[in-house]
């Protein structure tokens, strides 16, 4: 039987400053060694550069390197033809298909903690790259009602 991993106060703090303060463009998250908490792995800066497609691959190309399951909150910019510049945080659940099968069980059954925690409604899911190339993740934004 597998235990929710709990979410410590920090993975919230810094959640708030991407979300209130735009001061991080990305965090990445992943289990603890002993998979009882998340812990922030990365937390990458907003950077004033509006190059939203050269920013997400960055981000892309980190993620898409690991092995162990990850997730990741993104600040994704866009355009919506006829309606103007918009921004949607997105949660991203990268379990790569090179996951140990144990930590892709926990992951099935840990991700909604953490993104409940966060209160963020969007969500993606990965385990091949193709899952979450930019123009992948701003069609299903795009698609959002």
């Given at each position: 039987m597998f235990l929710n991993v709990l979410v410590p106060d920090v993975c919230v703090d810094v959640f708030t400053d991407l979300k209130l303060y735009k001061k991080y463009k990305y965090i990445l998250y992943k289990f603890s060694n002993d998979k009882t908490n998340f812990v922030v792995d990365a937390a990458e800066l907003?950077?004033?550069d509006d190059n939203n497609c050269k920013e997400y691959y960055k981000f892309y190309t980190e993620l898409t390197c690991k092995n162990d399951p990850y997730f990741a909150?993104?600040?994704?910019?866009?355009?919506?033809?006829?309606?103007?510049?918009?921004?949607?945080?997105?949660?991203i659940s990268w379990v790569s298909e090179k996951a140990d099968v144990q930590d892709k069980m926990i992951s099935a059954t840990s991700?909604?903690?953490?993104?409940?925690?966060?209160?963020?409604s969007f969500q993606i899911e990965g385990t091949i790259a193709?899952?979450?190339?930019?123009?992948?993740?701003?069609?299903?934004?795009?698609?959002?009602?």
């Open positions: 907003a950077e004033s909150v993104y600040d994704f910019d866009y355009e919506k033809p006829g309606e103007g510049y918009r921004n949607k945080i997105i949660f991700k909604e903690v953490l993104k409940t925690k966060l209160d963020i193709n899952d979450i190339e930019f123009k992948q993740v701003l069609n299903k934004v795009l698609s959002i009602k």
